[in-house]
């Protein structure tokens, strides 16, 4: 035999000599809940370990993960029923729950990375992500309010815009709205392909977002296709987008790889709550070993060509020391 290839792994040391991939601090974005009020701290039931935090808590959160090297975020709001209506309304209000967050956050850790969420169904009477008529989820018409959303979140700081709803046209409209303002600076992080997975289940526990009626079949891809993937992706590409997202991560490493081969920009991916839940339960079980399954998670996200990871294990890798 001439060819033997372990020899390339018998030892840790030549192991870590070849190894193709790695996961560091920088590659990760940890999402973050957040609530109203002051001392909040509750776990989110389906996401062990998970956590919405008032601004005064969420602030210490930051500063315990800015010293373990974690520097990015990506903010999400639970947002009283109340509050809500057709329009998402609270999400341009100047001293609602999210943008007086954004400025917390800005202000006191300014060398942060803070990703902001545009989308409407946080604040959506109706659970979904467009304005509802007739039980039609509309696509231009809601154009205008996460434009006022996203120059809201530019306004308070923040450094990447990541519009998360699976409609048409939004990437271009939203830097048009940025450049018109003098916002030149501020980054598009497009969720270019955002399946209608049933692994959002957790999070829409979390923010209490579930739609009121229906699905998001009508907007989010169908978790068949691949290659309408880079339609969205070619798409976003050329109205502007500076990352592009591909979301969930583990069932769709095909997908990452696909847009990673078709595109020069960083490609992220979505590692999301119902993934975590389903790694949690079973170590909660005993029948998986939690270091070993978390990193090799991670890195096969990366093998298949994410450059950053959205991942609710950052903060525990980092913690741990696992990486
Ligand atoms: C909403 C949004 C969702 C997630 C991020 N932004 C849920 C949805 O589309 O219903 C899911 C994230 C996760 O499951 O971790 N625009």
């Given at each position: 035999?001439?060819?033997?290839?372990?020899r390339?792994?018998?030892?840790?040391?030549?192991r870590?000599?070849?190894?193709?991939?790695?996961?560091?601090?920088?590659n990760?974005?940890?999402?973050?809940?957040?609530?109203?009020?002051t001392?909040?701290?509750?776990?989110?039931?389906?996401?062990?370990?998970i956590?919405?935090?008032?601004?005064?808590?969420?602030?210490r959160?930051?500063?315990?993960?800015?010293?373990?090297?974690?520097k990015?975020?990506d903010?999400?709001?639970?947002?009283?029923?109340a509050?809500?209506?057709?329009?998402?309304?609270?999400s341009?209000?100047?001293?609602?729950?999210?943008?007086?967050?954004i400025?917390?956050?800005?202000?006191?850790?300014?060398?942060?990375?803070?990703?902001?969420?545009?989308?409407?169904?946080?604040?959506?009477?109706?659970g979904?992500?467009?304005?509802?008529?007739?039980?039609?989820?509309l696509?231009?018409?809601?154009?205008?309010i996460?434009?006022k959303?996203?120059?809201?979140?530019?306004?308070?700081?923040?450094?990447?815009?990541?519009?998360?709803d699976?409609?048409?046209?939004r990437?271009?409209?939203i830097?048009?709205?940025?450049?018109?303002?003098k916002?030149?600076?501020?980054?598009?992080?497009?969720?270019?392909?955002?399946?209608?997975?049933?692994?959002?289940?957790?999070?829409?526990?979390?923010l209490?977002?579930?739609?009121?009626?229906?699905?998001?079949k009508?907007?989010?891809?169908?978790?068949a296709?691949?290659?309408e993937?880079l339609i969205?992706?070619?798409?976003?590409?050329?109205?502007g987008?500076?990352?592009?997202?591909?979301?969930?991560?583990l069932?769709?490493?095909?997908v990452?790889?696909?847009?990673?081969?078709?595109?020069?920009?960083?490609?992220a991916?979505?590692?999301?709550?119902?993934?975590?839940?389903?790694?949690?339960?079973?170590?909660?079980k005993?029948?998986?070993?939690?270091?070993r399954?978390?990193?090799?998670?991670?890195?096969s996200?990366?093998?298949a060509?994410?450059?950053?990871?959205?991942t609710?294990h950052?903060?525990?890798?980092?913690?741990?020391?696992?990486?």
């Open positions: 035999m001439l060819q033997r290839p372990r390339n792994r018998k030892s840790e040391v030549i870590q000599m070849v190894q193709e991939t790695h996961v560091s601090a920088a990760l974005i940890f999402p973050l809940f957040i609530v109203d009020g001392f909040q701290k509750s776990e989110v039931a389906s996401m062990p370990g956590y919405r935090y008032s601004i005064d808590n969420l602030l959160e930051i500063e315990s993960c800015m010293k373990l090297g974690l990015s975020f903010l999400f709001p639970n947002i009283d029923e509050l809500k209506d057709k329009f998402a309304t609270e341009h209000r100047e001293e609602s729950l999210y943008l007086r967050a400025r917390e956050v800005k202000k006191n850790f300014p060398e942060a990375c803070v990703i902001t969420d545009v989308a409407m169904d946080p604040y959506s009477s109706d979904h992500d467009g304005i509802v008529e007739n039980g039609e989820i696509n231009d018409e809601t154009l205008e996460l434009g959303m996203a120059l809201a979140h530019a306004q308070c700081g923040a450094d990447i815009i990541a519009p998360s699976m409609m048409d046209g990437v271009g409209y830097r048009k709205v940025l450049d018109d303002n916002f030149t600076n501020v980054s598009i992080m497009s969720y270019s392909a955002k399946y209608a997975s049933a692994f959002y289940g957790p999070f829409r526990d979390a209490n977002s579930a739609p009121k009626f229906g699905d998001k009508t907007y989010q891809m169908n978790p296709n691949q290659r993937a969205e992706a070619t798409l976003d590409e050329s109205e987008a500076d990352f592009l997202m591909v979301k969930p991560a069932p769709y490493l095909d990452i790889k696909l847009i990673k081969d078709n595109t020069e920009l960083p490609v991916a979505y590692n999301v709550s119902g993934e975590y839940a389903m790694i949690k339960a079973a170590i909660q005993g029948w998986l070993n939690e270091q399954a978390i990193t090799e998670v991670l890195t996200i990366r093998r060509g994410a450059t950053a990871i959205l609710y950052a903060k525990e890798v980092l913690e741990n020391k696992w990486l």
